[in-house]
């Protein structure tokens, strides 16, 4: 088959899948020689699925959430999945970081 993005071709391989840094383990697909593009078909993807929500991954880049006035600042909640998934705990010290004009990072400690 060749590549849907590239039209180059590709070869079976065992790729390592990651979600938010964390590994789900190894699968079967097929991986573009040119552009390194990673197909998996529709079986593997339910595998890819069930480990992700077995892992507690599943949906967790979709989550949505409001900012709210507080006193003169904003504040924005933090999904509980989310401060789970990356050990969050109240009072916690957290830095923001601007990351351009729609975008920014919070990081822990
Ligand atoms: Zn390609």
């Excluded at 065992?14 to 998996?40: D, N, Q, R, W």
């Excluded at 949505?64 to 600042?73: F, P």
Aim: glycine share 10%.
């Amino acid at each position: 088959m060749k590549c849907i993005m590239c039209g180059g071709k590709e070869e079976e391989k065992m790729v390592e899948h990651k979600e938010f840094g964390i590994s789900l383990g190894k699968f079967k697909g097929m991986v573009c020689t040119s552009c390194g593009e990673v197909f998996f078909d529709a079986q593997t993807a339910d595998k890819i699925q069930a480990r992700s929500k077995e892992l507690g991954l599943f949906g967790l880049s979709s989550k949505k959430t409001k900012v709210a006035q507080v006193g003169n600042s904003l504040a924005i909640r933090i999904p509980k999945e989310i401060a789970k998934f990356i050990n969050l705990k109240k009072e916690e010290e957290v830095r923001i970081i601007p990351k351009g004009k729609r975008e920014f990072m919070v990081e822990i400690g």
